[in-house]
């Protein structure tokens, strides 16, 4: 599986950005899908994650009610809708797959990883 993250740019606080994960791979529909991000200086973090049919979701407490996660499966892609965005969501944030149909939250259980999209929010 090959992962294509795009959409990020700069935005201001307040505004909304969509990111977008474009997957190639036929076992795409049967895998957990996450978004993570990493700030200058700081670990990795887990964002957000959605099941293979998009029925379980979950969310950083620092997202939660800002950020929506969905999939298209027939289109191979999963998004991150990014609303009321903050300064301290600037990171560049990373799609992942995850061949078990288990959802975590540790990035250590994800198989595949995109490059990733910068995501600047200004103040």
């Known amino acids: 599986v090959q992962l294509q993250a795009s959409g990020g740019g700069l935005v201001q606080a307040g505004g909304s950005l969509k990111l977008s994960c474009a997957a190639s791979g036929r076992t795409f529909s049967s895998y957990v899908m996450g978004w993570f991000r990493q700030a200058p200086g700081k670990e990795r973090e887990f964002v957000a994650a959605?099941?293979?049919?998009?029925?379980?979701?979950s969310y950083a407490d620092s997202v939660k009610g800002r950020f929506i996660i969905s999939r298209d499966n027939a289109k191979n892609t999963v998004d991150l809708q990014m609303n009321s965005l903050r300064p301290e969501d600037t990171a560049v944030y990373y799609c992942?797959?995850?061949?078990?149909?288990?959802?975590?939250?540790?990035?250590?259980?994800?198989?595949?990883w995109g490059q990733g999209t910068l995501v600047t929010v200004s103040s």
């Open positions: 992942a797959a995850d061949r078990t149909a288990k959802l975590s939250l540790n990035e250590y259980a994800y198989d595949y």
């Open positions: 959605i099941t293979w049919g998009g029925g379980t979701k």
